[in-house]
């Protein structure tokens, strides 16, 4: 069974960092790219960032762009996302996907 | 980036009855290798989304008959035959032919 598992969110203040990661199991992790895609409260469906099956690649939506990094670790099957500078607009629920399987999510809220 | 435009914004339709959702791009997304990436999901509350169907047409596993996908290039349906009370939530179709990916603005489903 695919299973994507998100960790790491919770409350942090505007212009500290947060790193979220997001375990796989049930599929060949090293065999596909993965994104990042985040949902404010009450909003629709927003995609942050994506990484390349072998990390060689990565793009970011404008916003987040030189704030965020998306990495990915084969060997353990997992995926990362650090956010930096983070901004009250980059409240959301972030999930982790293959565009296939999705996580169950995790919330960041940033405030003061 | 690609604009996908869906509507209606939201639907009301009766226990049985029949659901057309449509979406369209502002330029095609049939990819350099011939692959239309063009996905639907659905968001059920609470929930994350649940990939619905894939490369336009394509029924993911375990996703009812009920559900078709159609189109190409620009303009694509999804469709919902004998509605049950379990396919209530919202619709967003995604394309992830060309970087970044975008979402359509999705449409809620609800019963009359």
């Known amino acids: 069974e695919v299973q994507l598992v998100e960790s790491g969110g919770g409350l942090v203040q505007p212009g500290r960092s947060m790193k979220l990661s997001c375990a796989a199991s049930?599929?060949?992790?090293?065999?596909?790219?993965m994104a990042w895609v985040r949902q404010a409260p009450k909003k629709g469906l927003e995609w942050v960032a994506y990484i390349s099956y072998d990390g060689g690649s990565t793009y970011y939506r404008d916003p987040v762009k030189g704030r965020f990094t998306i990495s990915r670790d084969n060997a353990k099957s997992t995926l990362y996302l650090q956010m930096d500078s983070l901004r009250s607009e980059d409240t959301a629920t972030y999930y982790c996907?293959?565009?296939?399987?999705w996580g169950q999510g995790v919330m960041v809220t940033v405030s003061s | 980036d690609v604009v996908l435009t869906q509507t209606p914004v939201s639907l009301l339709i009766s226990l049985g009855g029949q659901a057309s959702i449509s979406c369209r791009s502002s330029q095609s997304l049939v990819h350099s290798n011939g692959n239309t990436y063009l996905h639907w999901y659905l968001q059920k509350p609470g929930q994350s989304p649940q990939l619905l169907i894939y490369?336009?047409?394509n029924r993911f596993s375990g996703i009812p008959d009920r559900f078709s996908g159609s189109g190409s290039g620009t303009d694509f349906t999804l469709k919902i035959s004998r509605v049950e009370p379990e396919d209530l939530g919202v619709y967003y179709c995604?394309?992830?032919?060309?970087?970044?990916?975008?979402f359509g603005g999705g449409t809620k489903l609800e019963l009359k």
């Open positions: 995604l394309q992830r032919t060309h970087n970044p990916w975008t």
């Open positions: 049930g599929f060949t992790f090293s065999n596909y790219g």
């Open positions: 490369q336009v047409s």
């Open positions: 996907t293959t565009a296939y399987y």
